[in-house]
Each structure stands twice: as structure tokens, then as C-alpha cells.
Antibody, heavy 119, light 107 residues
Framework: QVHLVESGGGVVQPGKSLRLSCAAS????????MHWVRQAPGKGLEWVAV??????NKFYTDSVKGRFTISRDSSNVYLQMNSLRGEDTAVYYC??????????????WGQGTLVTVSS | DIQMTQSPSTLSASVGDTVTITCRAS??????LAWYQQRPGKAPKLLIS???SLENGVPSRFSGSGSGTEFTLTISSLQPDDFASYYC?????????FGQGTKVEIK
């Protein structure tokens, strides 16, 4: 059974940094791409970033390019968030891709971790 | 970037009703479309992938159709558990985009 557990959220001042972690288990982690998706309070879902199964390819939504970095190791995926802005306030979900070795839709989600950017 | 326009934003219905949610892509995405259900305070749940492929364990009253730029999610015989928010999402190319969401409320 797929299990994704995010951590690292909290309250941070504008301009500061935060690193989110996602611990994955229950599947062959190194064969799936992993994603981060966020949801601002009371708003819809926004895809943030993806990292390929081997860590060699990464894609970002335009609003976080140059500020956020996605990475992974043997069983975790991370999101390093720098130069944080108020509009980055959201619940951040870690999510597993549905396709082995390729890119597809997301089929499993963590419970989310809340990031609040405020002075 | 591909834009996804989802409608309606809110839908009021009764138990037993059949409801339809529409998603329109700004350019063709073939059938690279998924539908998710999200209950308040919970993570989204995948219902349908590849526009019409029902995920294991999802009740058959949920169905998806469409290709190219027009897609629909239909819920037949609405059940109390179905009152939630629904999102479409294209995965044709990065950056992925979601529709704005549809909240299905009890009439």
C-alpha cells in the first residue's frame, strides 16, 4: 500500500526558506516520478514540480522557477523553497506518478503539509 | 501553457440525481485527462485517468468521456458520499494544469 508522509511545513517570513520532505513507502520508489502539488487556502489545486524516477529530469511551474528545487534520494522526495512569498502559502501535497519510468497522472497523494508565509 | 476551463464552479443537486461536470482544454490534449475528488480537509483522490478509465475501487456511477479539448465527468445516481469538490487535470505536457474545480453541494 502506497504511503506518503509530508513534513517540514510551518510559518515562515517572506524572503526566507523552507524545505519540505516526503517519506515514501509501499512501492518501488526508484521507478516512479514524484510530484509536488499545492492548494492555497480555499482555492483549487496547483501543480508545482515533478522529478523523474531517476532524478535526472525536473520540471516546475513558472511561478516557482528559480526559487524552488525538487530532489529525491532512495525513499524521500524534497522541495527546497527559497525566497518565499505570501502567494506560496498553501497546503503542499507530495504525490506519486501512476506510470512506471514515465510520466502520467498522479495516483496517490500524501496528507499534505501547510506552509504559511507571513511576517 | 494549456489552460483548463471547468464548469460549473458550483452545482446543487439531490441524492439520486445525475450530474455532469465539463472541462475544456485550450488546445488538444488527446485523452491525457484525469478527474479527482476532494473532500474538505482531505487529499484529492484519483477517480478517472486517460479521460475515461475508472480507477480500481471507484464506483461505476462515475464515468468520464471526451477527447481533444472537451471532457465530461458524469456522476449517476448521486450518493451522500459524492458531495465534494471535483477537479480535472491535464497531463499532456508540463506544466500540468488543473481546472478551477466544481463543488457539488446538497440542494
Amino acid at each position: 500500500q502506497v504511503h506518503l508522509v509530508e513534513s517540514g511545513g510551518g510559518v515562515v517570513q517572506p524572503g526566507k526558506s523552507l524545505r519540505l520532505s516526503c517519506a515514501a513507502s509501499g512501492f518501488t520508489f526508484n521507478t516512479y516520478a514524484m510530484h509536488w502539488v499545492r492548494q492555497a487556502p480555499g482555492k483549487g489545486l496547483e501543480w508545482v514540480a515533478v522529478i523523474s524516477y531517476d532524478g535526472n529530469n525536473k520540471f516546475y511551474t513558472d511561478s516557482v522557477k528559480g526559487r524552488f528545487t525538487i530532489s529525491r534520494d532512495s525513499s524521500n522526495v524534497y522541495l527546497q523553497m527559497n525566497s518565499l512569498r505570501g502567494e506560496d502559502t498553501a497546503v503542499y501535497y507530495c504525490a506519486k506518478d501512476a506510470q512506471v519510468y514515465l510520466y502520467g497522472n498522479v495516483d496517490s497523494w500524501g496528507q499534505g503539509t501547510l506552509v504559511t508565509v507571513s511576517s | 501553457d494549456i489552460q483548463m476551463t471547468q464548469s460549473p464552479s458550483t452545482l446543487s443537486a439531490s441524492v439520486g440525481d445525475t450530474v455532469t461536470i465539463t472541462c475544456r482544454a485550450s488546445q488538444s490534449i488527446s485523452t491525457w485527462l484525469a478527474w479527482y475528488q476532494q473532500r474538505p480537509g482531505k487529499a484529492p483522490k484519483l477517480l478517472i485517468s486517460k479521460a475515461s478509465s475508472l480507477e480500481n475501487g471507484v464506483p461505476s456511477r462515475f464515468s468520464g468521456s471526451g477527447s481533444g479539448t472537451e471532457f465530461t465527468l458524469t456522476i449517476s445516481s448521486l450518493q451522500p458520499d459524492d458531495f465534494a469538490s471535483y477537479y480535472c487535470q491535464e497531463y499532456n505536457s508540463y506544466p500540468w494544469t488543473f481546472g478551477q474545480g466544481t463543488k457539488v453541494e446538497i440542494k
